[in-house]
């Protein structure tokens, strides 16, 4: 991914004055309240000027350049960065689902490093760490102020090195210190069980390169294990991130477009031409008719809620669980000089009914709150959205993770009274409204 121009477009919870000038100078002379473009970059280099003649120390003129960046484009919304190349490099990669560190999506919220989810079977997720703690130190260093790509950086390392991380959580007395072993992070785009008979059940943890081809498979699989046919589906996309545009347009592909042909998918709207585009479902085989509940919460965010406004608007499948997170911003991949990058915001998408998700989320059909392994609690770890991030995009602007299903090495197929799967309340709901559903077919049948 290197070049110039527009690569992909990419979905997700996750992200000098060169830039600047080259910006500014495509526009000479041009008046911003008084003061011209010239003015202000006089004046942005005369403040270069100062800090490297009478600042306290030396200072590094490139890492000054780049927090002129990061500034700059922080100023925008959250989800514009700048990504030199260790971390353009580091976004290609994780794409591909496998990557080195502990395995954490993370944001910036009101300055300070903050997880949006563990990813499952990681070191972090193995160790305790939950959707909303903030990171306050990384191996002893303060990460106040500090950019995604460099905390990142700082949690990346070889397989079998150890990187501490300091936590402040909302109800806990004291920071909570937690050291974990870095591993080689083979994140999986998707996994899938029968959970009983004719009833499959479907997770995507994150929309990669391979996902679209990755569902194929596992829907015909599921078929395989069920007799050639489903009675009903599962599809999670709780605590997904979102990820490749293109790849959550092809799941969404399996399952619309059976009435009429060329249904929308999703629509994106921007400033450039090469922004606004309608992806459409192609003409093909589809997925039978089979009910399906497709599940959200508060971790779901952009592509995931792209799937889940696009089955819901078409009515092909009942959504169930809390308010997802409310990203329907569109980032850009756009390649700069020195093998670096720009992940700039150029555009919203829009449900086929072009309703825009930004800031709102998607709101379930039924909601259904997570219920704590108590049975008493009902609130959902995830405390925070879209909306609550610093400079978010309005709409008029142009959890810890669910567990999967137990593992059966007799038999694919097993009941739902496995001790694990009975303290998943969102899933257990999911799969009664799909008996329900089953039993009153039959019953409109009969009649």
């Given at each position: 991914?290197?070049?110039?121009?527009?690569?992909?477009?990419?979905?997700?919870?996750?992200?000098?004055?060169?830039?600047?000038?080259?910006?500014?100078?495509?526009?000479?002379?041009?008046?911003?309240?008084?003061?011209?473009?010239?003015?202000y970059?006089?004046?942005?280099?005369?403040?270069?000027?100062?800090?490297?003649?009478?600042?306290?120390?030396?200072?590094?003129?490139?890492?000054?350049?780049?927090?002129?960046?990061?500034?700059?484009?922080?100023?925008?919304?959250?989800?514009?960065?700048?990504?030199?190349?260790?971390?353009?490099?580091?976004?290609?990669?994780?794409?591909t689902?496998?990557?080195?560190?502990?395995?954490?999506?993370?944001?910036?919220?009101?300055?300070?490093?903050?997880?949006?989810?563990?990813?499952?079977?990681?070191?972090?997720?193995?160790?305790?760490?939950?959707?909303?703690?903030?990171?306050?130190?990384?191996?002893?260093?303060?990460?106040?102020?500090?950019?995604?790509?460099?905390?990142?950086?700082?949690?990346?390392?070889?397989?079998g090195?150890?990187?501490?991380?300091?936590?402040?959580r909302?109800?806990?007395?004291?920071?909570?210190?937690?050291?974990?072993?870095?591993?080689?992070?083979?994140?999986?785009?998707?996994?899938?069980?029968?959970?009983?008979?004719?009833?499959?059940?479907?997770?995507?943890?994150?929309?990669?390169?391979?996902?679209?081809?990755?569902?194929?498979?596992a829907?015909?699989?599921?078929?395989?294990?069920?007799?050639g046919s489903l009675?009903?589906?599962?599809?999670?996309?709780?605590?997904?991130?979102?990820g490749?545009?293109?790849?959550?347009?092809?799941?969404?592909?399996?399952f619309?477009?059976?009435?009429?042909?060329?249904?929308l998918?999703?629509?994106?709207?921007?400033?450039?031409?090469?922004?606004?585009?309608?992806?459409?479902?192609t003409?093909?085989?589809?997925?039978?008719?089979?009910?399906?509940?497709?599940?959200?919460?508060?971790?779901?965010?952009?592509?995931?809620?792209?799937?889940?406004?696009?089955?819901?608007?078409?009515?092909?499948?009942?959504?169930?669980?809390?308010?997802?997170f409310?990203?329907?911003?569109?980032?850009?991949?756009?390649?700069?000089?020195?093998?670096?990058?720009?992940?700039?915001?150029?555009?919203?998408?829009?449900?086929?009914?072009?309703?825009?998700?930004?800031?709102?989320?998607?709101?379930?059909?039924?909601?259904?709150?997570?219920?704590?392994?108590?049975?008493?609690?009902?609130k959902?770890?995830?405390?925070?959205?879209?909306?609550?991030?610093?400079n978010?995009l309005?709409?008029?602007?142009?959890?810890?993770?669910?567990?999967?299903?137990?593992?059966?090495?007799?038999?694919?197929?097993?009941?739902?009274?496995?001790?694990?799967?009975?303290?998943?309340?969102?899933?257990?709901?999911?799969?009664?409204?799909?008996?329900?559903?089953?039993?009153?077919?039959?019953?409109?049948?009969?009649?």
């Amino acid at each position: 991914m290197t070049g110039k121009s527009l690569k992909i477009i990419f979905i997700g919870a996750i992200v000098g004055l060169v830039v600047a000038v080259a910006a500014l100078q495509q526009f000479p002379g041009r008046e911003r309240g008084g003061e011209s473009d010239e003015e202000y970059l006089l004046l942005l280099r005369k403040v270069m000027g100062v800090i490297g003649k009478s600042y306290l120390e030396p200072v590094d003129e490139k890492k000054l350049l780049r927090g002129a960046i990061n500034g700059m484009l922080a100023s925008l919304d959250p989800h514009s960065v700048y990504l030199p190349a260790d971390s353009f490099k580091e976004m290609e990669v994780s794409t591909t689902g496998s990557f080195g560190g502990v395995g954490l999506e993370i944001t910036v919220k009101e300055g300070r490093l903050t997880v949006i989810s563990p990813i499952e079977g990681t070191p972090a997720g193995r160790g305790g760490i939950k959707s909303g703690d903030h990171i306050a130190l990384i191996d002893g260093l303060p990460t106040r102020d500090l950019t995604i790509g460099d905390a990142v950086k700082r949690m990346r390392g070889p397989q079998g090195s150890r990187v501490t991380l300091t936590l402040l959580r909302k109800g806990a007395d004291k920071p909570l210190v937690i050291p974990l072993v870095r591993e080689i992070i083979q994140v999986k785009s998707l996994r899938f069980r029968t959970l009983e008979p004719g009833y499959g059940y479907l997770r995507i943890m994150q929309f990669q390169s391979r996902t679209g081809a990755d569902l194929t498979e596992a829907l015909e699989q599921l078929r395989k294990e069920n007799g050639g046919s489903l009675r009903g589906l599962i599809l999670d996309l709780r605590n997904n991130p979102g990820g490749l545009l293109d790849q959550a347009v092809s799941v969404a592909n399996h399952f619309v477009g059976q009435q009429s042909d060329n249904s929308l998918i999703v629509s994106t709207r921007g400033r450039e031409k090469s922004s606004s585009q309608e992806f459409m479902a192609t003409i093909g085989v589809k997925e039978p008719p089979y009910p399906i509940v497709l599940l959200i919460n508060g971790g779901s965010a952009s592509a995931s809620e792209i799937i889940a406004g696009c089955l819901q608007d078409h009515g092909r499948a009942v959504i169930m669980g809390t308010q997802s997170f409310g990203k329907g911003s569109v980032q850009s991949i756009i390649g700069l000089p020195h093998n670096g990058g720009l992940l700039l915001t150029t555009g919203k998408y829009y449900t086929p009914k072009g309703r825009s998700i930004q800031a709102k989320g998607i709101t379930p059909d039924i909601v259904v709150d997570d219920l704590v392994m108590d049975g008493k609690s009902s609130k959902e770890t995830t405390t925070f959205r879209e909306k609550d991030l610093d400079n978010h995009l309005t709409d008029g602007a142009t959890a810890p993770s669910a567990p999967l299903p137990p593992e059966s090495p007799k038999s694919p197929a097993h009941s739902l009274a496995d001790d694990r799967a009975r303290q998943d309340y969102q899933l257990q709901r999911g799969v009664d409204l799909l008996k329900g559903w089953d039993l009153l077919r039959k019953a409109v049948k009969k009649n």
